[in-house]
């Protein structure tokens, strides 16, 4: 919250280099999946994998990611992929005390990691049906729908007892659209808490969605379920901007992005990965000593980040840069009850 | 736009000389399903679209060495013993370019763009130079359209630039502005004809007239007194009257030709569509059941038939093809004007103070906008990370005495002028290039619907595509070129009982802006229904 009122501050300040909520480490790029929808990093994409860092270098990692958030994600490629990952999450959350940690996984493994699930405020599974035909699909092999969604269910009953609070973040292609409203009946069944990005094709929503009726029908029903106070994610604001890919001002800064080697994506991932002179991988944070250090570093070399950018309409950069710019619907969605600061999957 | 059948084709194909019969070079001597002539943004469009859809069009390009009409890529040219790609100049992608952008993204090629961060004015009257930043207040104001230039009036380096004149004549601007919301002249096909942007700002105070009069220069490319209205107000309600988002905009991250239109071309060509460069179309000939497209290549004149044809030439162009091909009837038509104008690059070895990636020159000045391309474009920022230099690309959009003077003198003209903005530069420029366009940069204007051609034409399975051609959607420029190439298509399509393209939707105008716009409608209305009883 004092993240958040001081980033008001700086805009009002005319500064849009805003501090970050939250920053998100990729623990590694490897992982057992290949939806068709990713982006990044699914097995057909191995040859651009790295091999996983050490222990050591991923604690070190951590360690300065600490020193200027309180609020970790883990991510992948499918983080309980890497053996360590229990030992870094125990780190984290016992020595480093970082005040909230997610981590995002695709299921699969959870069964033999249950163990992590105490050391965790949030477990976010991507699941994008709960119907294992349509998972298909997505490239999702049968054996590993079954698995997924048994997966889910396991890890919903364990809420309660082992303190954390479950989240299902699911894509919606052409494929899955249909088999929505049952996820949206799953996630409510098994009390977890859902939350929908569209598929993104070069860093806008896929065509056929938002050309598509059912689309949009979809999106308003979830707009009219959240306010009927079903457990959806998101802000209105973002389902509107879903809606119509209405622009809006992004600070990318916000939800900084680690790669698994330590390298800070800078300003953002979609300019990193576009290669070019407005951004990269600017600067390792196993070279520096302090957070602030890093960043220094990155600005030094790519210049401030960008803000009016109409590049990608991407939730992990929309949700928090929409709440940002929208005060009193953040306060809105705090007093529902919700964390409108960390909606970032992906 | 009536409907007629061959208007003129059998005369002129009865005086067709021999030509020689093109065939692809693939072997498959399989005529095209699609010719299309003009290999620009509504052309790659529409080829893009008709391959997709497995038809195979063919594209024949007048330039002999790159595709994408005002958006190629161009020459190279060596300063500082560094190498330069040059194009048309810099072109802005607007947040409102939607369907441009689906399409590239559909393709996944969509590059990286550049966010714009800000837009300078620079002002110019007598020995008074002022600059001040206008753009990140116009699209992140707090006060809704058509207000929202209002907060301009809150920064005291603005106010600097304006005196007692503007505020007086402030309610003369707003209503100026006001009247472009209640009208919007390509939906309703409004030529508003005899009435010019010069007509309407006459009484209007210098420095407000020069900041509306620098914007239209810039948007539209022409004097004010060649500004058509409707165009101008349909440009006003497009960038900037009806949102504030409207005028959010990216940079692309290198020339037109390297990001968008050699990666689209080759798309076309991997789908199964031709493109031939170097070919200048003559005329096109009805034969029973097709088109004759008859071109000019430096080996001579060749030929092709297909069922249809589109037409996405610039409209000198099309004026001249269809004029040849059809006769006096052509000479009845609409066609917008296009227009030249001249790009100047300038290199320098140190880099400017604190400014604005880019910006508008007004009043006094020669010439009528700027972009750091250091500060823009990849092959540039390299260079200048490389050297500590910068370079900077001004656009000179007339009038026609200004265009004719020679390249000399109108480069010591950009210089001065930009030193005038930026002293500092003063003994620094290491390297400077001057560029003239040719006629083909479109004038957006309304023609009487009777007149204007649209995506149909008097001629069955001729179509048209371009920015200048008629179609009820407030898109402008590139967006409005991709649009009409689509629709162009999807004409094609549906002639071959194929399915058509979605098409995205603008965003509708902000919602206070909205309810000014509808009572001004019900306040047309009830002043056409008075006059109507009197």
Same mark, same amino acid.
């Given at each position: ?8 501050v700086?805009?009002t300040?005319g500064d849009?280099?805003?501090?970050p909520r939250l920053a998100?480490y990729y623990?590694t ?12 990093? %699914?097995s ?10 050490t ?16 609020r ?8 309980l992929?890497v #053996?360590?990952v ?11 005390? $970082? ?18 699930l ?14 294992p ?8 092999p049968?054996?590993y ?17 082992q ?11 052409p494929?899955?659209?249909?088999g ?6 799953f ?10 990005s569209?598929?993104s094709?070069?860093?806008?929503? &896929? ?6 009726a059912?689309? =949009?029908?979809?999106?308003e =029903?979830v ?7 079903? @457990? ?6 973002y389902f ?10 992004c600070?990318?800064?916000?939800v900084? =992005? ?10 953002? =991932? ?12 600017a600067?390792?944070?196993?070279d ?17 980040a ?7 309409f ?7 840069s929409?709440m940002?710019a929208?005060?009193f ?10 964390? #409108?600061g ?5 | 736009m ?17 030509t ?6 693939? /072997?498959?001597?399989?005529?095209p399903?699609v010719i299309?002539i003009? %290999?620009?943004m509504?052309g790659?469009?529409?080829a893009?679209h008709?391959?997709? *859809? ?5 594209i ?7 595709i ?8 190279t ?8 790609r040059?194009?048309h %100049? ?7 370019? *939607? ?9 996944n090629?969509?590059? /990286?763009?550049?966010?714009?961060q ?10 008074f ?15 809704? @359209?058509?207000?929202?230039y209002?907060?301009?009036f ?7 630039m304006?005196?007692?004149r503007?505020w ?5 601007v ?10 919007d002249p ?6 508003m ?15 407000l ?6 914007l ?25 009257l009806?949102?504030?988002d ?8 290198e ?7 050699e ?7 991997e789908?199964g ?6 070919? *200048?179309?003559? *005329?096109?000939? &009805?034969e029973?059941?097709?088109?004759r497209?008859v ?18 030439a ?5 004026k001249k093809?269809?004029?040849a091909?059809?006769?006096?009837l052509?000479?009845?038509? $609409? ?5 030249s104008?001249?790009?100047i ?7 400017p ?9 007004t009043?006094?000045?020669t ?11 990849? @092959?540039f920022r ?7 230099g910068?370079?900077?690309e001004?656009?000179?959009? %007339? ?7 020679p390249?000399?003198?109108l480069l ?10 930026? @002293?500092?530069l ?22 009487a619907?009777?007149k ?27 967006e ?12 094609v ?16 105008p902000?919602?206070f802006?909205a309810?000014?716009?509808k ?5 047309r209305?009830?002043?056409k229904k008075?006059?109507?009883v009197?």
């Open positions: 919250m004092l993240t958040y009122l001081q980033n008001i700086k805009l300040q849009f280099t805003l501090s998100v623990v790029l490897q992982c057992n999946l290949n939806c068709t929808y990713c982006e990044d990093f %699914g057909r994409r191995n040859h651009l994998v790295t091999q996983n860092p222990f050591e270098d991923a604690r070190q990692i951590l360690k300065v990611i600490r020193m200027g958030v309180d970790l994600w883990l991510t992948g490629g499918e983080p992929m #053996p360590h229990l030992d870094l999450l125990a780190y984290a959350r016992n020595e480093l005390k $970082f005040c909230e940690i997610s981590l995002i996984t695709n299921g699969t493994l959870l069964s033999q990691r249950l163990n992590l105490p050391l965790l405020d949030r477990l976010i599974i991507s699941l994008d049906s709960a119907d035909q349509a998972l298909n699909m997505v490239s999702v049968d054996a729908a079954d698995t997924v969604i048994a997966n889910a269910r396991q890890a919903a009953s364990l809420q309660q007892t303190y954390f609070k479950l989240i299902i973040n699911a894509v919606i292609t494929e899955t659209l249909a929505m409203d049952k996820l949206l009946a996630g409510m069944e098994n009390n977890a808490q859902i939350s929908f569209p598929q094709v070069n860093n806008l929503p &896929r065509y056929e969605l938002v050309t598509s059912e689309y =949009r029908a979809f999106i =029903r707009i009219q379920l959240k306010r009927q106070g079903a @457990p959806i994610l998101g802000s209105n604001s509107k901007t879903l809606l119509d890919q209405t622009p809006y001002e600070y990318p800064t916000l900084p =992005r680690i790669m698994p080697d330590g390298w800070l994506a800078y300003p953002c =991932r979609p300019m990193e990965k576009a290669g070019s002179e407005q951004g990269g991988r600067v390792n944070l196993l520096v000593q302090t957070w602030d250090e890093a960043w220094r570093i990155a600005k030094e070399k790519y210049g401030e960008p803000t009016s950018c109409v590049s990608c991407q939730q992990c950069y929309a949700e928090p929409l940002q929208h005060p619907e953040y306060l809105t969605e705090k007093l529902r009850g919700n964390d #409108p960390a909606y970032a999957p992906g | 009536p409907q007629g059948k061959d208007l003129g084709s059998e005369v002129f194909a009865e005086h067709a000389p021999a020689r019969l093109w065939e692809p070079n693939d /072997g498959s001597r399989r005529n399903d299309i003009g %290999g620009g509504a790659l469009s529409a893009l008709l391959a997709e *859809r497995g038809l195979h069009p063919l024949l390009e007048a330039d002999e060495k790159f994408g009409g005002r958006l190629a890529g161009g020459e040219v060596r300063i500082d013993e560094h190498s330069f040059l194009e %100049g810099v072109h802005g992608i607007w947040s409102q370019y *939607r369907n441009l952008q689906a399409m590239l993204a559909r393709h090629l969509r590059p /990286g763009f550049v966010p714009a800000e837009e300078n004015w620079i002002y110019k009257d007598g020995k130079v002022g600059m001040t930043p206008v753009g990140s207040t116009i699209r992140r104001s707090f006060i809704p @359209p058509p207000f929202h209002l907060q301009l809150l920064r005291g380096k603005f106010l600097w304006l005196d007692l503007d007086a004549s402030l309610m003369n707003w209503s100026g502005l006001i009247m472009a919301v209640g009208i390509f939906a309703e096909n409004q030529p004809e005899g009435v010019t942007l010069g007509d309407v700002t006459k009484k209007w105070s210098p420095a007239k020069s900041l509306f009069l620098g239209a220069r810039n948007g539209l490319s022409s004097h004010p007194d060649e500004v058509s209205i409707s165009g101008f107000i349909a440009f006003l309600r497009f960038y900037t009806l949102r504030r409207a005028w959010m905009f990216s940079y692309l991250p020339d037109g030709g390297t990001s968008i239109c990666p689209l071309a080759a798309r076309v060509e789908l569509g031709k493109i031939r460069l170097g070919c *200048r179309v003559k *005329r096109v000939v &009805r029973a059941e097709s088109w497209v071109w000019e290549t430096p080996e001579g004149e060749e030929s092709t038939c297909a069922t249809d044809v589109i037409l996405a610039d409209p000198n162009n099309a093809i269809l004029g091909s059809f006769g006096g052509v000479d009845e038509l $609409f066609f917008p004007r296009a227009l104008n001249a790009v690059r300038l290199w320098f070895d140190v880099k103070r604190a400014t604005a990636e880019a910006g508008i020159f009043g006094d000045f010439v009528h906008n700027y972009f750091w391309l250091d500060r823009i474009y990849n @092959p390299r260079w200048a990370r490389e050297t500590n910068s370079a900077l001004v656009h000179v959009y %007339g009038p026609p005495e200004t265009l004719a003077q390249d000399a003198t010591a003209h950009a210089i001065s002028d930009v030193q005038q903005a930026w @002293p500092e003063r003994g620094h420029r290491i390297g400077q290039h001057l560029q003239r366009n040719p006629e083909t940069h479109t004038l957006p204007t309304v023609g619907k009777e204007y051609l649209g995506i149909e034409t008097p001629w069955d399975n001729l179509f048209c595509a371009g920015d200048w051609v008629r179609h009820p959607a407030p898109a402008f420029f590139l409005r070129a991709c649009l009409t190439g689509i629709e162009a298509a999807n004409a399509l549906t002639s071959r009982g194929l399915p058509k393209w979605t098409l995205l939707e603008y965003l509708p902000e919602p802006v309810w000014i716009e009572l001004m409608r019900m306040g209305k009830r002043r008075n006059l109507a009197k």
